[in-house]
Structure formats: structure tokens, C-alpha cells
């Protein structure tokens, strides 16, 4: 397994002898494929995940002059809200630092959420919930904050999503979702390791290691569920693609060679996660997420237990009408075919 480790530490580096011009100003999430300035708004960078930066100042003729600027070891770093604690020594994380407005905010190894001056390295505040301060504690493992609305938005223990101030840290609101009424599900999965992401008001999240995973949005004022759409056909979906071509998708789950043959029953225990931070184009009110690691009737590794194409979402649309989140309806399944893709076996959101 490859892992993206971070040591507990944020350190800015700054070349020697650079341009003093002043910077635009950073560029709001509103554009797919807008490359970032000096401000890195998501994980991902831009709402298409390209992780690319206009910033032109660093080349490779002047990398080698590279120096700390500042480091700001986020562990140690007491916290300052809810209430005030002493620093820890964890070193491990596997978390994407995001930068708005000067600012960096980041998980830490132990689950908490700190803010920094990205020009000075002072720690603006740091968030630390324990059951005594919030009734509930952090989770460890995170990929990554968002920021939109004037919140920051992360995991807590207990399935829970948190929406913090994100000039103080201050608590706004804490919610543990659960499936739409209606939809039939019991569990969206497990949520606490995949990055959230923001935009147009709502809060974005995947889950992962349980039997049904979903992804799913959040009002990202109150925290109240949205929508929700899980991995993996449950046996009698039938779904009609974007051409007008209608599957039984639950049949593609057999365990048998016969096309549509049963039982069609391994997509309840598939796994079928989207434990990579979506991306999400405004133009086309989609949301994209990336779902893997399909594990039952046999592994992640192994399908030969499920011959079937077992289909599974790979696309949503975002609302209906544009730009006011309503629904996360799918309009396309992913399969083996020239058109759309082959189903991913095992993937890792790195």
C-alpha cells in the first residue's frame, strides 16, 4: 500500500533574491479547470482536481536556492479551541494542506484542524474537540479540509461532520448523517479519511470500509443531508443511461457465468467506495467521484467471483436546475464499453 506521508510539520520555503511584485487575488472556486495562484483553495487545487499552479516565481533555475522560511510543527502546537490543551507527538498523516486567503488550514496527525499565517508561520487557532469540551473526540486518519461560506469543514469521531469558524475555529455545527429518508439504506459507509470539498453551498463527502458506501452532500450552512447515492447496483435497480439505454444494473452483481443470471446479491457486501475527494465541473452541474475497491464475492484483487460487469455510478448530476443543489440523481453508470469506463478494481486516493 502506498501512503502519501506527511510529517507533522507545515514549512514554507521561500527562494532567495524573488520578484516583489504584488499577486492577483486568488481565484474563487467557481471554474473547473482555472488554474490556482498563490492560494491552493481544495485539495486538488482547482475544482477539477488538476493540482496545478500559476505561480511562476519557483523554476527550476532557481529551486536550488529554496530555504525555510517558517515551520510550524502542527502536533506539538497547543490548541486554542474549544478550550485550551497541550500539543501531542504524532508524526503520521496522509493529509493535503489547502490555502485561502493567505491562510494554510490543515488536519493534523491526532484529528485535529489548525489554521496558520502563510506569510509569518503564526498559528492563527487550533481546533481540538474532546468528549469533555464537544462530547466527542477527533478522528486520526483525514485527507484534507475545505473552506467555503466562512467555515471550514473536516471529520470527528463517531461519523460525524464538523463545520468550524474559520476565523476562530469556533464549533458551528456538528451533524452525524444518515441515509434520505426512503432510500432504502441503512449505512452510508464510513466517513472520517476521505477530503471534503465545498462549493456553492454545499459540503461534499465519500465514505469507505463498509459493506454500502455513498457519496453524499451537506448543506454546508446547517449540515442537513441532502443527497445521497451509494456504490454498487442493488439487485432490481434498473437504471436508464444518458443515450436512453435502460440496464438492470442489480443483475450485473451475479455470481454466476449466465449474463443476468442469479443470485445478484454481491454489490449488498461490495464495498464499492468513493474514498477519493470528488471533482466537480460548474458548467455542467456534474459532480465526479472515483469509486474502487469493490470486495465481495471474492476481493478487490480478485473478481472472479462476480463475472458480471457489476455497474456502479461514475457520474452525478449536481441539481436540477443548475446551481441550486436538489438532488444527486445519476444519469450514468460506469461498465465495460468503448463509452464508459471499465469498473475499478482497487484504487488508492493518493
Known amino acids: 500500500m502506498k501512503l502519501k506521508l506527511i510529517a507533522s510539520l507545515l514549512v514554507a520555503a521561500g527562494a532567495i ?7 492577483a487575488a486568488a481565484k474563487d472556486l467557481d471554474s473547473c479547470c482555472m488554474p490556482t495562484d498563490q492560494d491552493f483553495p481544495k485539495n486538488g487545487g482547482n475544482l477539477g482536481n488538476q493540482s496545478y499552479s500559476s505561480l511562476s516565481q519557483i523554476t527550476k533555475d532557481n529551486i536550488n536556492k529554496l530555504g525555510a522560511a517558517w515551520m510550524v510543527h502542527t502536533s506539538t502546537e497547543p ?12 508524526t503520521q498523516q496522509q493529509t493535503t494542506p489547502i490555502a485561502v486567503d493567505g491562510v494554510v488550514y490543515t488536519d493534523t496527525p491526532s484529528g485535529d484542524v489548525i489554521a496558520v499565517d502563510g506569510a509569518t508561520g ?14 466527542f473526540g477527533p478522528v486520526s486518519t483525514r485527507r484534507g479540509v475545505s473552506v467555503g461560506g466562512g467555515r471550514v469543514y473536516t471529520h470527528a469521531s463517531g461519523n460525524r461532520v464538523v463545520a468550524l469558524d474559520q476565523k476562530t475555529g469556533a464549533q458551528i455545527w456538528a451533524v452525524v448523517p444518515t441515509p434520505p429518508a426512503g432510500s432504502g439504506e441503512t449505512t452510508l459507509g464510513n466517513i472520517g479519511k476521505i477530503a471534503t470539498v465545498y462549493y456553492d ?22 449540515g442537513a443531508m441532502v443527497w445521497a447515492f451509494w456504490g454498487g447496483a442493488k439487485p432490481g435497480l434498473v437504471v436508464t443511461d444518458v443515450n436512453g439505454v435502460t440496464y438492470n444494473a442489480g ?14 446479491t454481491c454489490a449488498l457486501t461490495g464495498g464499492v467506495a468513493p474514498w477519493l475527494h470528488p471533482a466537480i465541473d460548474p458548467e455542467l452541474n456534474m459532480v ?27 457520474r452525478w448530476s449536481r441539481s436540477t436546475p443548475k446551481r441550486v443543489p436538489t438532488n444527486g440523481i445519476t444519469n450514468r453508470y460506469a461498465m465495460g464499453n468503448g463509452t464508459w469506463t471499465t469498473p475499478v478494481r482497487r484504487c488508492w486516493p493518493m
Open 79 to 90: 490548541a486554542t479551541t474549544p478550550t485550551f490543551s497541550p500539543g501531542v507527538p504524532d
Open 288 to 314: 465526479y467521484w472515483a469509486f474502487g475497491n469493490v470486495r465481495s464475492c471474492g476481493s478487490s484483487q480478485d473478481a472472479s467471483g462476480r463475472p458480471g460487469v457489476n455497474l456502479f455510478p461514475a
Open 251 to 264: 443483475d450485473t452483481w451475479t455470481t454466476k457465468v449466465t449474463p443476468n443470471d442469479t443470485p445478484n
Open 201 to 222: 453551498g454545499m459540503v461534499y463527502i465519500g465514505t469507505a470500509d463498509a459493506n454500502r458506501n455513498a457519496g453524499f452532500a451537506l448543506n454546508a450552512a446547517t
Open 122 to 135: 503564526a498559528v492563527k487557532w487550533k481546533w481540538h474537540p474532546t468528549i469533555a469540551n464537544s462530547g
Open 17 to 23: 533574491a524573488t520578484s516583489s511584485s504584488a499577486m
